[in-house]
């Protein structure tokens, strides 16, 4: 079975400022790591994903996250935030297997402050 | 968009009654998917189907049933609705990412805000 912790529950960043949001994951099989993205009042937008290659992945809105298997890590950064980046960001975790199914994080709210 | 739709989108009910969410995909996904959503726990996988009457439990399938008659439509049921379900529920499919890689990466529905009183 899986797990993942996601170390913080809120960072409040000034507007322009860089943050990382940090995921760690346990498993004891390999994994395909998922960053998503909800913004108040709707569902979830798939923010980037790591299925196999590159360890540094890059997706929407400029965010990038990189796969550290040693360290069990998937922390998703920005190098300049905007007051639209505000939201809740997930991390989710699946193994190889049929369903593939997720196990999610706790969470992080991302607030930014102008 | 991944053409899901789910339905309701609100809902208020009392603690006992029956209540049954819709999930409805037009893109002929072979897998579907219930999560609930509640405040720091994330998400947390209710049922799946891998095909038409073919579902599988989740962590936390106490107290939801499920049923997938047609490849569009997965139904979650909550026989006796209590208020620990008060809850948004999200449905999800797999997309293949590249044909025949065994790679896939779920979307998901709006969601339906339940309410138990």
């Known amino acids: 079975a899986q797990s993942v912790t996601q170390l913080d529950s809120q960072v409040p960043v000034f507007e322009e400022a860089p943050v990382e949001l940090r995921c760690n994951y346990s498993s004891s099989v390999s994994v395909y790591l998922f960053w998503y993205v909800q913004y108040p009042n709707q569902g979830l937008q798939l923010l980037l994903k790591?299925?196999?290659?590159?360890?540094l992945v890059k997706g929407i809105n400029g965010f990038e996250a990189e796969f550290n298997k040693s360290q069990t890590s998937f922390h998703l950064r920005k190098p300049s935030v905007h007051i639209s980046d505000t939201a809740e960001y997930f991390c989710?975790?699946?193994?190889?297997?049929?369903?593939?199914?997720?196990?999610f994080g706790q969470g992080t709210r991302l607030t930014i402050n102008p | 968009d991944a053409g899901i739709t789910q339905s309701p989108r609100h809902k208020v009910t009392e603690t006992g009654t029956p209540v049954t969410l819709r999930c409805h995909q037009t893109e002929n996904h072979r897998y579907m998917y219930w999560y609930r959503q509640d405040p720091g726990h994330g998400l947390r996988l209710i049922h799946y189907?891998?095909?038409?009457?073919?579902?599988d439990k989740g962590e936390v399938s106490d107290g939801y049933s499920v049923s997938r008659s047609k490849t569009e439509d997965f139904l979650l049921t909550l026989e006796s609705a209590t208020s620990s379900q008060t809850s948004v529920y999200f449905c999800?499919?797999?997309?293949?990412?590249?044909?025949?890689?065994?790679?896939?990466?779920?979307?998901f529905g709006p969601g339906t805000r339940l309410t138990v009183l």
């Open positions: 999800a499919i797999s997309e293949s990412v590249g044909q025949g890689s065994g790679k896939y990466e779920q979307f």
């Open positions: 189907s891998y095909g038409v009457k073919d579902t």
């Open positions: 989710a975790v699946s193994d190889h297997q049929g369903a593939q199914k997720l196990v």
């Open positions: 790591y299925l196999s290659g590159s360890t």
